[in-house]
């Protein structure tokens, strides 16, 4: 059995304060709430940095009394779909505070220094707030690209994206809040940006223990035998864990529905195949065996299957208090 641990012993917190926080942005972002957050399943050295995170920005008092203060911003970057937001809210989470999740669809606007005013007003209406929570500004690289030439046809346009990027850094520089990026593009951030941050962490692909854990994961409640999780897991090397969600959830549905939707789940190789076909690596990425090589894949499904099929189901937990009544 592999073992994955979390990033932080510490319960979830409700923070009830995001009705404000929201009105305050005006639509300049999403307010998450802490306790709608998922736990990503890490490679540990993402762990032991979000770990290490969590435990300086929890002793801000012991830091200062040395001369220091925590770190207060990270730049997450990696593929798609490895975990990036899912991280930022969960540490969001970890700490008891909204997270206030900001994509390029609230920060761009073509009007003449709209982007600009919309990088201003957001970072202010989180200063007005005053209360802590997580700003996460998502596809960074959409206003934090490098600086351009402003001398070719496209001139306007540049020079309204260099300045937005001004103000991004102006406002980087002296915002006293939590800050979290992310980008899939990490090698067109503007270098004055970057360094800004306090940490860069990748979050890349998932790992073969990774992998496990998150085939497992989304595989519950139904027990799949632990060969067939690590026939899997090879399988899979390449896949990020939002298409082992698509899989797995896949073949849940399956299992579920099957009969009923005229796919019944008659075999491992059945379900996977049928799953296989209907999902795909993103084209940019190498496809992982179970995509690329899929009947050489199911022939491996099947044998490790050994026939037992359909898996398991982990009985659901009891619900009530038996001390009642
Ligand atoms: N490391 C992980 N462990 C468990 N589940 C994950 C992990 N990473 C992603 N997922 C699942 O995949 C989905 C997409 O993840 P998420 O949005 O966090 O990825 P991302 O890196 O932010 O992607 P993008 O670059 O496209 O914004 C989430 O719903 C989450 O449940
Ligand atoms: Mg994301």
Not at 240 to 262: C, D, F, N, T
Request: hydrophobic content about 40%.
């Amino acid at each position: 059995m592999r073992k994955v641990r979390s990033i932080s012993p510490t319960p979830l917190h409700l923070s009830k304060e995001t009705e404000e926080l929201r009105r305050a942005l005006r639509g300049r972002g999403e307010v998450l709430e802490p306790h709608e957050a998922e736990e990503p399943i890490l490679a540990s050295v993402v762990r032991g940095a979000m770990f290490g995170w969590l435990a300086e920005l929890n002793a801000r008092e012991e830091l200062s009394a040395v001369g220091i203060k925590p770190r207060a911003s990270a730049l997450l970057s990696g593929p798609p779909g490895c975990g990036k937001t899912t991280l930022a809210h969960h540490l969001a989470a970890r700490l008891g505070v909204p997270m206030v999740n900001v994509g390029a669809e609230h920060i761009i606007d073509s009007a003449h220094g709209g982007s600009e005013k919309n990088v201003a007003h957001l970072f202010n209406a989180i200063e007005d707030f005053g209360k802590p929570c997580i700003l996460f500004l998502d596809e960074i690289d959409s206003i934090g690209g490098k600086r351009k030439d402003t001398s070719g046809d496209l001139g306007g346009a540049v020079t309204a994206g260099n300045s937005t990027l001004t103000v991004l850094l102006r406002k980087v520089e002296s915002f006293n809040g939590i800050l979290v990026a992310a980008t899939n593009r990490a090698d067109t951030l503007d270098q004055a940006l970057w360094r800004r941050f306090g940490m860069q962490i990748e979050v890349a692909l998932p790992d073969d223990d990774a992998r496990w854990a998150i085939l497992k994961r989304y595989g519950e409640p139904f027990l799949f035998d632990e060969d067939l999780l690590d026939c899997l897991t090879e399988l899979t090397d390449g896949a990020a864990p939002s298409l082992l969600r698509q899989l797995m959830e896949g073949v849940k549905r399956l299992l579920v529905l099957g009969e009923r939707i005229r796919q019944p789940a008659t075999s491992a190789a059945a379900a996977f195949g049928a799953i296989a076909a209907q999902t795909k690596p993103h084209p940019d990425y190498e496809s992982p065996l179970l995509w690329s090589q899929t009947g050489k894949a199911l022939e491996e499904i099947t044998r490790a299957a050994k026939g037992q099929w359909p898996p398991a189901r982990k009985e659901a937990p009891e619900t009530g208090n038996k001390d009642a009544a």
